[in-house]
């Protein structure tokens, strides 16, 4: 028998306040169970969850590990501006032209997470 991962855990300051970021941004929202002052906070999604966790250290460096996100019923450039205005912050953009690539940005704690392009705009 082989193991599932069941969370992705991120260190944080504020796990409740970013897990409610990320709740919006992932189209979910944070557990009944976590409030705020919790020293940790859920984010279930279709996939793995999302788990916030309060630490005294502050982020130092790029992180190691990142989410990749794919708009589904949104254009990537669209997503942008949508999760920009959650409170997100551009990083570097890398669109093309052409329209490939993808954006990076960082959520309110400086996380680094990217944003590519919808299946449709894979598909033209």
Known sequence: MSSLVRHMTIDCADAYKLATFWAEVLGSAVTDDDAPGDPEALVPTAGLGVLFVQVPETKAVKNRLHFDLQPQDRTRDEEVDR????????????????????VTLADPEGNEFCVERSAAELEN
């Open 83 to 102: 999760v920009l205005a959650l409170g997100a912050t551009l990083v570097e953009d890398h669109r093309k032209p052409d329209g490939r690539g993808w």
